[in-house]
């Protein structure tokens, strides 16, 4: 059996060699402007830097251009994948169809990972974008373990799913917490929180906290918890799922580091000596997990074993 | 300033007048059909209603095979088209059945379907390749190259994501020949579509397979974390943290969308009633009409802006046509408005001769109240209600049954499908 990679998020060029340390086999990075929800912030320089430190590693490295574009930004998006092909990344995370439209026109030769989140439901939707060239299916994270199991027994494409960490729940174009502020004619405070991202909403009914910021693309609305597979990981391993994505968006560099660390030491038990030994530490690694774990943030294990009705 | 499509046939000149002879269809909601015959009487060319798989609003009335073979042959005669909303993004086990429900559909004449899910575009594609292929709103469709892919991939009509501007609008028709459809009238989502799940986290119900709960239009507190600690950043007195946004109303921009070439023009809400559909719908028809007649001497009535609002029961605003939506364009604090008026009576057939109305009722009314009609061959006009009787000639005073078949005297004659409303007070 082929082991999946661990995919994670640094927060920064300084923050890549520590998670080389810990475990980690290839980096989503980015820039605001063209990807969406990262947790660091790499100019096209930092991507630079960062595919030299990461490829001097053998490890991959893939940069997020998974925006909803508008007309303002399409010029743009040309210069920054002719950019991405000087600089030789591994893969191009996209959700809008611009996306291909524009590779096709540059013949930029970097592969395509499909990733639009929520949308990303079925084997079909897998097979449709890997024959235009996604080479890899990035599953919404609203989807059951059966169903992410069927996909990845039909599907052409690699598969990739979130193993940890938040997930996008809402994006407007509007500025929600602008407006809010607006609307109190608080002008002042759109200015002291512009680039906070500690805001959260809470929702009186459920008692959950949604973490919420704003960028360039809009207002962005979180999970109330961060789903956590460390001790469910089993089928994934079995169903053969070839990226295990541990997206680390909103948290410290330690706790990235931590928690990296923990999912290379399940997926090398498992897979170096044998389910046994996986089963042996997969509390321990929960546990470390638990220790760490921000007090307003609870784990659970996302829409894995939760049915939704409609 | 209005930007003009000019490398397109939108406009002739006839007799030294410039007219319009590129006229944007006018497409309507239908949720039963009873709506869609309202719709398509009352001035649609097109009405999208939906099925009873594979579409959202898994709640909205939808319709059955043979319910749609209805609906054709009524539009028909008006010269009306029909599409079917499969909108949905299947998961594995909702693709069963799909090719026998497409081809049924493209067996009773709809004209096309508005599809999200590249699943059932190429499923359409190869098992039902007389229906037109419209992307839905689902797809977020924001930028002139995503459109041209969509062009590249032969779909028919791309419908837009609500966030498009209509600058963008302009650049898309420019670069890119297809069909484009844009929203101008209804309730809409603050987030881009198909890019929500709070439903889904909120209560368990799958928004993309049409189980919105509307999440977004509830209250929230905002807070901040401050050294692993909250703080509120609200006072007692103000209003929580909403994202609920007012309706879409896009009346007084159909000029210039028109002039920008936009092919259809969505009017939202399959779930509204018929009073909602017909009054909505004769408006834009008004506007569409006028303007295409005499551009240049066009200006927008005041009664057709009071008649719209007439089944308003929530504030519009323009969204993002006009540019970027600020804090008013959404509602924040008490939501609640009442519709200013009451769809009271829908009109079944009028005797010449004696001048009685026949009429069914759908809301409380009584002799001596002032009543409206209206419909699309008569000017509206207000009326005392006189005398009631029931269907067997006894005397009523009031008419409190609903759907209750009630006569009385109209001296101006009246058509089948108008309508009577009552002043809220």
Same mark, same amino acid.
């Given at each position: 059996?082929?082991?999946?990679?661990?995919?994670?998020?640094?927060?920064?060029?300084?923050?890549?060699?520590?998670?080389?340390?810990?475990?980690?086999?290839?980096?989503?990075?980015?820039?605001?402007?063209?990807?969406?929800?990262?947790?660091?912030?790499?100019?096209?320089?930092?991507?630079?830097?960062?595919?030299?430190?990461?490829?001097?590693?053998?490890?991959?490295?893939?940069?997020?251009?998974?925006?909803?574009?508008?007309?303002?930004?399409?010029?743009?998006?040309?210069?920054?994948? !002719?950019?991405?092909?000087?600089?030789?990344?591994?893969?191009?995370?996209?959700?809008?169809?611009?996306?291909?439209?524009?590779?096709?026109?540059?013949?930029?030769?970097?592969?395509?990972?499909?990733?639009?989140?929520?949308?990303?439901?079925?084997?079909?939707?897998?097979?449709?974008?890997?024959?235009?060239?996604?080479?890899?299916?990035?599953?919404?994270?609203?989807?059951?373990?059966?169903?992410?199991?069927?996909?990845?027994?039909?599907?052409?494409?690699?598969?990739?799913?979130?193993?940890?960490?938040?997930?996008?729940?809402? @994006?407007?174009?509007?500025?929600?917490?602008?407006?809010?502020?607006?609307?109190?004619?608080?002008?002042?405070?759109?200015?002291?929180? !512009?680039?906070?991202?500690?805001?959260?909403?809470?929702? !009186?009914?459920?008692?959950?906290?949604?973490?919420?910021?704003?960028?360039?693309?809009?207002?962005?609305?979180?999970?109330?918890?961060?789903?956590?597979?460390?001790?469910?990981?089993?089928?994934?391993?079995?169903?053969?799922?070839?990226?295990? !994505?541990?997206?680390?968006?909103?948290?410290?560099?330690?706790?990235?580091?931590?928690?990296?660390?923990?999912?290379?030491?399940?997926?090398?038990?498992?897979?170096?000596?044998?389910?046994?030994?996986?089963?042996?530490?997969?509390?321990?690694?929960?546990?470390?997990?638990?220790?760490? @774990?921000?007090?307003?943030?609870?784990?659970?294990?996302?829409?894995?074993?939760?049915?939704?009705?409609? | 300033?209005?930007?003009?499509?000019?490398?397109?046939?939108?406009?002739?000149?006839?007799?030294?007048?410039?007219?319009?002879?590129?006229?944007?269809?006018?497409?309507?909601?239908?949720?039963?059909?009873?709506?869609?015959?309202?719709?398509?009487?009352?001035?649609?060319?097109?009405?999208?209603?939906?099925?009873?798989?594979?579409?959202?609003?898994?709640?909205?009335?939808?319709?059955?095979?043979?319910?749609?073979?209805?609906?054709?042959?009524?539009?028909?005669?008006?010269?009306?088209?029909?599409?079917?909303?499969?909108?949905?993004?299947?998961?594995?086990?909702?693709?069963?059945?799909?090719?026998?429900?497409?081809?049924?559909?493209?067996?009773?004449?709809?004209?096309?379907?508005?599809?999200?899910?590249?699943?059932?575009?190429?499923?359409?594609?190869?098992?039902?390749?007389?229906?037109?292929?419209?992307?839905?709103?689902?797809?977020?469709?924001?930028?002139?190259?995503?459109?041209?892919?969509?062009?590249?991939?032969?779909?028919?009509?791309?419908?837009?994501?609500?966030?498009?501007?209509?600058?963008?609008?302009?650049?898309?028709?420019?670069?890119?020949?297809?069909?484009?459809?844009?929203?101008?009238?209804?309730?809409?989502?603050?987030?881009?579509?198909?890019?929500?799940?709070?439903?889904?986290?909120?209560?368990?119900?799958?928004?993309?397979?049409?189980?919105?709960?509307?999440?977004?239009?509830?209250?929230?507190?905002?807070?901040?974390?401050?050294?692993?600690?909250?703080?509120?950043?609200?006072?007692?007195?103000?209003?929580?943290?909403?994202?609920?946004?007012?309706?879409?109303?896009?009346?007084?921009?159909?000029?210039?969308?028109?002039?920008?070439?936009?092919?259809?023009?969505?009017?939202?809400?399959?779930?509204?009633?018929?009073?909602?559909?017909?009054?909505?719908?004769?408006?834009?028809?008004?506007?569409?009409?006028?303007?295409?007649?005499?551009?240049?001497?066009?200006?927008?009535?005041?009664?057709?802006?009071?008649?719209?609002?007439?089944?308003?029961?929530?504030?519009?605003?323009?969204?993002?046509?006009?540019?970027?939506?600020?804090?008013?364009?959404?509602?924040?604090?008490?939501?609640?408005?009442?519709?200013?008026?009451?769809?009271?009576?829908?009109?079944?057939?009028?005797?010449?001769?004696?001048?009685?109305?026949?009429?069914?009722?759908?809301?409380?009314?009584?002799?001596?109240?002032?009543?409206?009609?209206?419909?699309?061959?008569?000017?509206?006009?207000?009326?005392?209600?006189?005398?009631?009787?029931?269907?067997?000639?006894?005397?009523?005073?009031?008419?409190?049954?609903?759907?209750?078949?009630?006569?009385?005297?109209?001296?101006?004659?009246?058509?089948?499908?108008?309508?009577?409303?009552?002043?809220?007070?």
């Amino acid at each position: 059996m082929k082991k999946p990679e661990l995919l994670v998020t640094p927060k920064s060029v300084d923050h890549i060699s520590a998670l080389i340390e810990m475990g980690a086999d290839a980096f989503v990075i980015g820039e605001h402007q063209f990807g969406l929800r990262l947790a660091g912030e790499f100019s096209v320089s930092d991507v630079e830097k960062a595919t030299k430190l990461i490829h001097e590693a053998g490890k991959k490295v893939y940069v997020a251009v998974n925006a909803i574009f508008h007309n303002d930004r399409i010029d743009a998006l040309d210069n920054y994948l !002719k950019e991405m092909q000087r600089i030789g990344v591994d893969a191009l995370i996209f959700g809008d169809p611009a996306v291909v439209v524009a590779v096709r026109e540059l013949e930029i030769t970097i592969p395509l990972h499909w990733n639009p989140e929520t949308i990303a439901t079925n084997w079909f939707q897998a097979n449709y974008w890997y024959e235009r060239g996604a080479k890899r299916t990035v599953l919404a994270r609203e989807l059951s373990l059966d169903e992410v199991i069927e996909i990845k027994e039909n599907a052409q494409p690699e598969i990739q799913v979130q193993i940890h960490g938040m997930t996008c729940m809402f @994006q407007s174009k509007r500025s929600l917490l602008g407006n809010y502020f607006l609307y109190r004619d608080e002008v002042m405070e759109i200015e002291n929180r !512009k680039a906070n991202k500690n805001m959260f909403l809470h929702d !009186k009914e459920r008692k959950n906290k949604y973490p919420i910021f704003e960028d360039v693309n809009g207002t962005h609305i979180f999970s109330p918890n961060d789903m956590c597979l460390i001790d469910e990981l089993t089928e994934l391993f079995e169903a053969g799922i070839d990226s295990l !994505k541990f997206d680390g968006v909103l948290h410290t560099e330690g706790y990235i580091n931590t928690v990296t660390n923990c999912y290379r030491q399940a997926i090398d038990a498992y897979f170096d000596t044998g389910e046994d030994a996986y089963d042996d530490i997969k509390d321990e690694l929960l546990e470390k997990i638990e220790e760490i @774990q921000p007090e307003l943030r609870p784990l659970d294990t996302g829409f894995i074993f939760k049915e939704t009705v409609y | 300033m209005l930007q003009l499509i000019e490398n397109e046939k939108i406009r002739e000149t006839v007799n030294g007048k410039r007219v319009i002879t590129k006229k944007p269809e006018l497409l309507a909601p239908a949720g039963s059909l009873e709506k869609l015959k309202v719709a398509v009487h009352y001035g649609a060319d097109a009405v999208f209603i939906g099925g009873q798989e594979f579409g959202l609003r898994s709640n909205a009335g939808n319709f059955s095979i043979e319910e749609m073979r209805e609906g054709v042959e009524f539009a028909k005669k008006y010269g009306a088209v029909i599409y079917v909303t499969t909108n949905i993004f299947a998961h594995n086990e909702n693709m069963a059945g799909l090719e026998e429900y497409l081809q049924a559909i493209e067996g009773v004449g709809v004209r096309g379907i508005i599809v999200a899910d590249p699943l059932i575009i190429e499923t359409c594609r190869s098992v039902a390749p007389k229906l037109e292929i419209h992307l839905s709103t689902q797809q977020s469709l924001s930028n002139w190259k995503a459109v041209k892919y969509w062009k590249q991939e032969g779909l028919h009509r791309v419908v837009l994501a609500r966030e498009v501007g209509a600058e963008e609008m302009f650049k898309m028709k420019e670069e890119v020949d297809i069909e484009i459809e844009a929203f101008v009238h209804g309730a809409m989502c603050i987030a881009y579509s198909g890019r929500c799940v709070l439903s889904n986290h909120m209560t368990a119900r799958d928004s993309n397979r049409g189980g919105c709960c509307q999440s977004c239009r509830w209250d929230y507190d905002l807070y901040e974390e401050v050294d692993g600690g909250e703080k509120a950043l609200f006072n007692e007195d103000d209003a929580p943290f909403a994202m609920s946004p007012k309706d879409l109303k896009l009346i007084e921009s159909i000029p210039h969308m028109i002039e920008l070439g936009i092919d259809s023009l969505k009017v939202e809400g399959r779930m509204k009633s018929i009073h909602y559909v017909a009054t909505v719908i004769s408006v834009y028809r008004k506007v569409i009409d006028a303007y295409c007649a005499d551009p240049d001497n066009f200006k927008i009535q005041k009664e057709w802006l009071e008649e719209l609002d007439r089944c308003a029961n929530r504030p519009t605003a323009s969204s993002f046509f006009e540019g970027e939506p600020g804090y008013e364009q959404q509602m924040f604090g008490d939501h609640a408005s009442k519709m200013k008026w009451d769809f009271a009576g829908l009109v079944l057939d009028y005797d010449q001769a004696t001048q009685m109305v026949t009429l069914q009722q759908r809301n409380y009314f009584k002799t001596g109240d002032t009543v409206e009609f209206f419909g699309p061959d008569i000017e509206s006009f207000k009326l005392t209600v006189g005398q009631i009787w029931d269907e067997k000639g006894n005397e009523l005073e009031i008419a409190n049954h609903p759907l209750q078949i009630v006569k009385f005297k109209c001296e101006r004659p009246l058509f089948s499908y108008n309508m009577m409303r009552k002043e809220n007070i």
